[in-house]
C-alpha cells in the first residue's frame, strides 16, 4: 500500500481501524496520503494516518467544510494567535506541542482551502520545508503570510522544483510582493504555475521570472483586477520588453500559458507580432503555447458566427506555426554555416575541381535537408480550461494542432497547417501539454455568436450551447 486517503464516510470508523492490525502492517510501506477533511470524525481518522504513516513524502490536504453537516465556526478551525485551530490541532495532535515536535520531511505537499494565517506557529513547525521538491498553494486564506514564513532562511525550500499558487490577492497586494520575494531567493525551478485574481498589477516581474532562466521548462502566470468572469476586465500583461527578455533567458521553456496584447482577429497588432517572434525565435524547445487572451472583432460592433471565427483563428494558428519553423531554419542554417566555417579553417585553400563539384552536391544536400526542418511547437490553444474532468472539453478553450500539407511537386517542403483537435485528446497526441489541464480562476468563452453556425473542434455542427 502506497497511497492513503482520509475522505468522508458513511460512519465513524477511527476505532475499528486503531484496532485493525492487518492496515497497519500494510501501511509500511506508504509514503503519499492525501487528507480530505469536511468534519470532526475525517479529521480523526486523517490523524490515525499521519499517525501510523512511518515515512511520509508528500501529503494533499485539502479542507472543505463549507458542505459540513454540522457546522463548525470558523474560529474555531482556523489557527489564532494564541492557539492552534480545530485543523492542525487534530491531524497532528501527535505531535503537540509543536514547538518541541520533530518536523516531517516532505517532498511535495498540497494545501487547498486550508486556513495558514499563523502557519509560522504551526505547519512550519510540523513539516520541515526545506527539502520540498514540489509546492502546492490553492486558494488558502493568508497565504501571503505563509510564503513570506518560507522566504526567512530556515523554511527556504532552496530545492524546490514545481511550483503552483492560486490565490485571490487583497487590496494591498501583500501575496505579490511576498511571491515576488520567494521566487528572487529560489534559483531552480522547472515548473512555475500561478493564478491571482483581484490583482492590483502583474503577479510577478521580469526579474523573479529570468532568475530561473537556466532551469524553467513549463511556464503559467495570469492575473487579474476586477471579476475573472467579466470579458470587460483585461488580464495584466508583461510589458513586451520584459516578455522578450523572458523569452531570451528561459530558452529551455516546453510549456508557456500567458496572456497576449489584445488584436483584432483578421490582422496581428504590431505588438502581438512582437510576442509571436519573440517565442519562434528565441524557444527553441517550446512544443505548447496556450494565449489565454482571445483575438476580438474590432473595429466590427457585431460578433461573427463561431464557425467563421474559428476559421480566422486557425489562421492565426497557422501563422505562429509558420514563424515557428521560419525561426527553426534560421537556426539549422545558422549552425550550418557555422559548422563550415569551422570546417574550412582546418582543411587547405587548395580545392580540385574534383572537390568543387563534392561540395557542391553536399550543399544540394544540406538545402534539401534544411527544407525539412521544422520546430518542435506542436500544439497551439486560445482561451482556458475550466474543466477538470479527462472526459469533458471547456467551451472556453479552442485547441490546434500541427499538421503537414505535402504538395506532390514541393515533397520536401511541407507545409504547416493548424488542425483543430478536441482539448480533451490533445493529451493523446502530445502528452506535453499539463498548462491545458490548469483550472485558472478566469475562464471567458470566444467572443463569437454561439449556437448555429459554430463548429466543432472536430469539424461537427454546433448546438444551442456552442460544442
Given at each position: 500500500m502506497?497511497?492513503?486517503?482520509?475522505i468522508?464516510?458513511d460512519?465513524?470508523?477511527?476505532?475499528?481501524?486503531?484496532?485493525?492490525?492487518?492496515l497497519?502492517?500494510?501501511?509500511?510501506?506508504c509514503?503519499?496520503?492525501?487528507?480530505?477533511?469536511?468534519?470532526?470524525?475525517?479529521l480523526?481518522?486523517?490523524?490515525?494516518?499521519?499517525?501510523r504513516?512511518?515515512?511520509?513524502?508528500k501529503?494533499?490536504?485539502?479542507?472543505?467544510f463549507?458542505?459540513?453537516?454540522?457546522?463548525?465556526?470558523?474560529?474555531?478551525?482556523?489557527?489564532?494567535?494564541?492557539?492552534p485551530?480545530l485543523?492542525?490541532?487534530?491531524?497532528?495532535?501527535?505531535?503537540?506541542p509543536?514547538?518541541?515536535c520533530?518536523?516531517?520531511t516532505?517532498r511535495?505537499?498540497?494545501l487547498q482551502?486550508?486556513?495558514?494565517?499563523f502557519?509560522s506557529?504551526?505547519?512550519?513547525?510540523?513539516?520541515?520545508?526545506?527539502?520540498?521538491k514540489?509546492?502546492?498553494?490553492?486558494?488558502c486564506?493568508?497565504?501571503?503570510s505563509?510564503?513570506?514564513?518560507l522566504?526567512?532562511?530556515?523554511?527556504?525550500?532552496?530545492?524546490?522544483?514545481?511550483?503552483e499558487?492560486?490565490h485571490?490577492?487583497?487590496?494591498?497586494?501583500e501575496a505579490?510582493?511576498?511571491?515576488?520575494?520567494?521566487?528572487?531567493?529560489?534559483?531552480?525551478?522547472?515548473?512555475?504555475?500561478?493564478?491571482?485574481?483581484?490583482?492590483k498589477?502583474?503577479?510577478?516581474?521580469?526579474?523573479?521570472?529570468?532568475?530561473?532562466?537556466?532551469?524553467?521548462t513549463?511556464?503559467l502566470?495570469?492575473?487579474?483586477?476586477?471579476?475573472?468572469?467579466?470579458?470587460?476586465?483585461?488580464?495584466h500583461?508583461?510589458?513586451?520588453?520584459?516578455?522578450?527578455?523572458?523569452?531570451?533567458?528561459?530558452?529551455?521553456l516546453?510549456q508557456?500559458?500567458?496572456?497576449?496584447?489584445?488584436?483584432?482577429?483578421?490582422?496581428?497588432?504590431?505588438?502581438?507580432?512582437?510576442?509571436v517572434?519573440?517565442?519562434?525565435?528565441?524557444?527553441p524547445?517550446?512544443?505548447?503555447?496556450?494565449?489565454?487572451?482571445?483575438?476580438?472583432?474590432?473595429?466590427?460592433s457585431?460578433?461573427l458566427?463561431?464557425?467563421?471565427?474559428?476559421?480566422?483563428?486557425?489562421?492565426?494558428?497557422?501563422?505562429?506555426f509558420e514563424a515557428?519553423?521560419?525561426?527553426?531554419?534560421?537556426?539549422?542554417?545558422?549552425?550550418?554555416?557555422?559548422?563550415?566555417?569551422?570546417?574550412?579553417?582546418?582543411?587547405?585553400?587548395?580545392?580540385?575541381?574534383?572537390a568543387?563539384?563534392?561540395?557542391?552536391?553536399?550543399?544540394?544536400?544540406?538545402?534539401?535537408h534544411?527544407?525539412?526542418?521544422?520546430s518542435?511547437?506542436?500544439?497551439?490553444a486560445?482561451g482556458?480550461?475550466?474543466?477538470?474532468?479527462?472526459?469533458?472539453d471547456?467551451?472556453?478553450?479552442?485547441?490546434?494542432?500541427r499538421?503537414?500539407?505535402?504538395?506532390?511537386?514541393?515533397?520536401?517542403?511541407p507545409?504547416?497547417?493548424?488542425?483543430?483537435?478536441?482539448?480533451?485528446?490533445?493529451?493523446y497526441?502530445e502528452?506535453?501539454?499539463?498548462?491545458?489541464?490548469f483550472?485558472?480562476a478566469?475562464?471567458?468563452?470566444?467572443?463569437?455568436?454561439?449556437?448555429i453556425?459554430g463548429?466543432?473542434?472536430?469539424?461537427?455542427r454546433g448546438?444551442?450551447?456552442?460544442?
Amino acid at each position: 500500500m502506497k497511497w492513503l486517503e482520509a475522505i468522508a464516510l458513511d460512519k465513524s470508523i477511527s476505532k475499528e481501524f486503531i484496532k485493525s492490525l492487518k492496515l497497519e502492517a500494510a501501511m509500511g510501506r506508504c509514503t503519499k496520503v492525501g487528507l480530505y477533511p469536511d468534519s470532526r470524525d475525517t479529521l480523526q481518522l486523517a490523524n490515525e494516518l499521519l499517525k501510523r504513516v512511518k515515512k511520509i513524502e508528500k501529503i494533499t490536504l485539502h479542507a472543505n467544510f463549507g458542505d459540513a453537516e454540522i457546522e463548525i465556526p470558523a474560529s474555531e478551525l482556523q489557527d489564532s494567535p494564541t492557539e492552534p485551530g480545530l485543523v492542525t490541532r487534530t491531524l497532528f495532535g501527535h505531535m503537540l506541542p509543536f514547538d518541541k515536535c520533530t518536523p516531517l520531511t516532505l517532498r511535495e505537499i498540497t494545501l487547498q482551502n486550508v486556513h495558514v494565517r499563523f502557519a509560522s506557529d504551526t505547519y512550519c513547525r510540523v513539516i520541515d520545508f526545506t527539502h520540498l521538491k514540489t509546492l502546492r498553494i490553492f486558494n488558502c486564506l493568508g497565504a501571503d503570510s505563509l510564503i513570506a514564513t518560507l522566504c526567512k532562511s530556515s523554511n527556504l525550500p532552496l530545492a524546490l522544483q514545481s511550483f503552483e499558487f492560486k490565490h485571490d490577492d487583497d487590496s494591498s497586494g501583500e501575496a505579490t510582493t511576498a511571491l515576488n520575494t520567494l521566487l528572487t531567493l529560489l534559483s531552480c525551478l522547472r515548473r512555475l504555475y500561478i493564478d491571482i485574481s483581484n490583482a492590483k498589477a502583474g503577479p510577478i516581474t521580469e526579474a523573479a521570472v529570468t532568475r530561473h532562466g537556466k532551469t524553467l521548462t513549463e511556464m503559467l502566470i495570469h492575473s487579474y483586477e476586477g471579476d475573472p468572469s467579466d470579458p470587460e476586465d483585461e488580464e495584466h500583461l508583461f510589458s513586451t520588453e520584459d516578455f522578450v527578455k523572458i523569452c531570451t533567458a528561459c530558452t529551455k521553456l516546453e510549456q508557456l500559458s500567458v496572456a497576449f496584447p489584445t488584436t483584432p482577429i483578421f490582422r496581428m497588432t504590431e505588438d502581438y507580432a512582437r510576442w509571436v517572434a519573440a517565442v519562434a525565435s528565441s524557444l527553441p524547445k517550446l512544443v505548447t503555447l496556450n494565449v489565454t487572451t482571445w483575438p476580438t472583432n474590432t473595429p466590427s460592433s457585431t460578433r461573427l458566427p463561431r464557425k467563421a471565427y474559428e476559421w480566422l483563428l486557425q489562421g492565426m494558428a497557422q501563422e505562429t506555426f509558420e514563424a515557428s519553423k521560419g525561426a527553426a531554419r534560421l537556426r539549422k542554417r545558422e549552425e550550418l554555416a557555422k559548422a563550415k566555417k569551422s570546417s574550412e579553417n582546418n582543411t587547405s585553400a587548395d580545392i580540385t575541381a574534383d572537390a568543387a563539384e563534392e561540395t557542391s552536391t553536399k550543399k544540394t544536400k544540406v538545402d534539401d535537408h534544411e527544407l525539412s526542418v521544422n520546430s518542435k511547437l506542436t500544439t497551439i490553444a486560445f482561451g482556458t480550461s475550466d474543466k477538470i474532468f479527462e472526459r469533458i472539453d471547456p467551451k472556453t478553450c479552442i485547441v490546434y494542432m500541427r499538421g503537414s500539407l505535402i504538395s506532390p511537386t514541393t515533397p520536401n517542403n511541407p507545409t504547416n497547417a493548424a488542425v483543430p483537435v478536441s482539448w480533451s485528446l490533445r493529451k493523446y497526441e502530445e502528452s506535453r501539454s499539463d498548462v491545458l489541464d490548469f483550472a485558472l480562476a478566469r475562464a471567458i468563452r470566444p467572443p463569437c455568436r454561439e449556437g448555429i453556425g459554430g463548429s466543432s473542434p472536430l469539424g461537427g455542427r454546433g448546438n444551442d450551447d456552442g460544442w
